[in-house]
Structures are given as structure tokens and as C-alpha cells.
């Protein structure tokens, strides 16, 4: 873990060890900003201005200790609520505690964090929180409570957008379709027929990346930014055309 000093300006990433979060806080440390991750396993990677904790986000007690441990040593003045989990299943096999699990991870973290960096983020005057949903909030098969909760995160996000738009904070969320992270591809290698068929759904021909991503929170995260809020951004390459939106 790296010391961070409390006057510095902080912007926490969660699930930042891997995948998209990675991408982000990368992004976001190439800007010279300090970055706090928050994930359940430390990273394989450092650099000077991170700081990584432990985390099981999915259980409450744990997340509101060490969510004030972090407001009372870091000041947060940007909040990427990116860690999250599919739980694959469809109604006939999705369980009550696959529901809980995500509705942890998704919506009841995101509200425990935000509650706790207020103060930091009112106080910066331009505090900025970016939330991650998915494509899958439009619907998608055999993600009932992955979907769900994605979904929450955009009522979430356009009811705090509301609430916090005075204080100068603004709240955008960003629904990437197909990203190819290393998860991804454990259930969708390359060749395999289902990952073609994904493929030929994407506009633009291609899979996305985490840096994809992560370009897109940036433009959120910008100062330069602050009559943007309570949008939901899709990175999906195309692949929500012709799907009603939210």
C-alpha cells in the first residue's frame, strides 16, 4: 500500500485490480491524479499514487469501515463504482442469494461509498461519480439478477445526479456492451461459436476494450465537465441499436 497525503485530491476505483477498473485507474494515474482501489484482491501492479485496499464490498459491515477509514485518510473528490459480478442464471435457476450478492455489489457499496466521501465531494466543489452499469440493463438472457441490479445503478445514478447537481457533483454511469477483459473471454474464447455470434451483433465489428471504457470515464471525470449529469453513456460498439432505451 502506498501513503497518499490527505490533502491530495483522491479519485476511488473499486474492482480496480483487473479488467475495466484497472483500465480506469491507469487512465486516471496517467493524468498525475492519485487513485484508491478497492477491490477482493490486492493488484498485481503498483505505481506511486495508488493505494489499494482489501475489500469484500458485498459485506456491509466490512464496506462501512473501511469506507470511513478511507473518508477520514484520503480526500475523495471523485467516486468510479466499477466492481461488479454477473451471477449468471436464468429465473428458473437464479437464487435469492445470488440476488443478495449482486444487490451488495451493485447498489447497496455504490450508496454505502457515496455516503461516506460526501463531505470530500461537496467540499471540492466539482466532486464527480461515475457509476458502472452494463448493456445487460436493457436485458439480456440468463442475467435476471445481474440485470436487475445493473438497472438499479441508472436509477441510482439519475436520482443522485439530481440531489447532488447543486453541490456541484455531478453522477453519470456507463453500460458497456461486449469488453474484451480477461473474464470475458474464460466464457467466450476466441472461435468459439458463441463468441462469433456476439461479434456479429456489434456495429462496429470488433469487441471492446477496457480502455474503451475507461476513455469514457474519463469524460465524466473531467472537471471541464460539470453540466453533464445523470446520463448513461452505452460503450458497446453499436450493439444497443435497435433495443428501447431506459
Known sequence: MTAVDKSTPV??????SNGIGKAIAEAVLA?????VNLDYVLPHWSHLQLTSYQADLTNEASTRT??????????????????????????????????????GLHLRAPMLLVQAFLPTLRASGQGRIVNMSSRAALGKGERVVYSATKAGMIGMTRTLAMELGRDGITV?????GPIATELFRQSNPDGAPQTQRILDSIAVGRMGT?????????????????????????VCGGATLGVASV
Do not use: K, M
Open 11 to 16: 479519485t476511488v476505483v473499486t474492482g480496480a
Open 31 to 35: 493524468q498525475g491524479r492519485a487513485v
Open 66 to 103: 473501511l469506507a470511513a477509514e478511507i473518508a477520514a485518510n484520503h480526500n475523495v473528490t471523485a467516486l468510479v463504482n466499477n466492481a461488479g459480478a454477473t451471477r449468471p442464471g436464468t429465473i428458473d435457476t437464479a437464487t435469492t442469494q445470488q440476488l443478495d450478492d449482486v444487490v
Open 172 to 176: 453519470n454511469a456507463i453500460g458497456p
Open 210 to 234: 477496457a480502455e474503451d471504457v475507461a476513455r469514457a470515464a474519463l469524460f465524466f471525470l473531467s472537471p471541464d465537465n460539470g453540466f453533464v449529469t445523470g446520463q448513461i453513456l452505452y
